[in-house]
């Protein structure tokens, strides 16, 4: 007996210095990368009992404010306002997805309205890469404002470091169509990966500045985070202004806003991650589908010009690294061509989704905490059984059951 617990002791103590050394290692890994944004990421993560990012991580961060409209434009109640029901299936769907809100409107008026789990019309939370699709809309705006002359103005004229070597190649126009040839490593999984960094560390002005070009600009389609970033950065230098003063300024006070909306900061008093992280309530999300549900137009006002409207609801024609020719992104929006009508959506991480359904005139929004796994609907000759083309070519599952569901609440 004596020698077992003498033995386990050793084992014990061995574990212990076992991890201990591994701990040292990482450490050491940690500050010889440089890569000090990890200890945000695990705080911020594992030390909550989480794996990853939130919807609620607002108060993690810097921020900054965007206030609301001075006066709100009510989202009026179509007149079968909450009298559809959802079927058994779709509601263990929603519950299952972890869905917080779920919104369907027909035109302005809203036809369903559902919150779950303590998430309320007041609460706020993060549009991840929906906010890619804002930035898109400010960008336009600076063009029509003549603070930018073009889409295809080359960003290096806002940007001093890709004022040399082959990227002054790179245009605005190639970031909104997430076409820039960077390295820019656009992982959710890896902790090293730029995605990572942009989202814990605090210095994207860096960060920025230091991607490398590795493909001919303006020739593969390649959904890269940094592409947003960096338009933001071009905003802020074109306007004089933050983003969120231009958000502000642009959009939230002039489609009617009811709650002030925040955008995340690198650091305290820094710039805007605008690759991701407004932070909304589900129906101020609304009024940006109206606004692009509308060509651009709030009301009687065209607030984002038209000619941008009309090249947003058309994919560029582009392959991807596959060459695989690109059905379902446009100008930092996505598309998916359905036989009878264009279908446009902002989509963010978790399944954060603002959709436009022209011909059918209805808007979906729906914010949660999680989405389906697998890829569906191929819109090219891939064939349906290769998933890593379905990956390339297809559309999240779970879109197909917010347009199934949207259709049976404006017919009942």
Sequence with gaps: MKKAVKLLGRVTKGLLWFVLAVFIIINLLIILSGKFYIYNGVRYTYFRGRTGPGIYDLDLFAKRKIAKSKKAYILPHGEAYNKASLSIGDTRLLKD??????????????????????????????????????????????????????????????L?????????????????????????????????????????????????????????????????????????????????????????????????????????????????????????????????????????KWRDEQVVPAWYMKELTKPVKMATQDGIPNFRYSLHVWNYLDKNENITYCRGLMGQYIISMPKEDLIIVRLGSKRKDNIVMPQSNAGKKDKNLLKKVGHPAELFDYLRMARKIAKE
């Design 160 to 296: 001093p470091a890709y004022k040399e070597g082959d990227k002054v190649k790179i245009t605005i126009r190639h970031l909104l169509m997430m076409a820039s040839g960077l390295d820019w490593e656009e992982s959710g999984a890896n902790p090293l990966s730029e995605n990572a960094e942009s989202y814990y560390g605090w210095d994207l002005r860096g960060l920025i500045d230091r991607q490398q070009l590795v493909d001919p600009p303006g020739k593969t389609f390649n959904y890269q985070s940094g592409n947003s970033q960096m338009l933001g950065l071009i905003l802020e230098k074109a306007t004089g202004k933050s983003v969120s003063e231009y958000t502000q300024e642009k959009l939230w006070k002039k489609i009617g806003t009811e709650h002030e909306a925040y955008w995340s900061l690198d650091d305290q008093n820094g710039v805007e991650k605008s690759f991701c992280c407004i932070y909304a309530t589900a129906r101020d999300f609304a009024r940006i589908g109206i606004l692009i549900h509308r060509g651009g």
């Design 97 to 158: 997805l972890d869905t917080k809100a779920f919104m369907v409107l027909k035109g302005d008026s809203v036809i369903f309205e559902h919150y779950y789990g303590g998430h309320t019309p007041q609460t706020v939370s993060n549009s991840f890469s929906a906010a890619k699709t804002v930035v898109g809309l400010l960008i336009a705006i600076a063009v029509e404002e003549g603070k930018i002359k073009s889409l295809d103005e080359p960003v290096g004229n806002y």
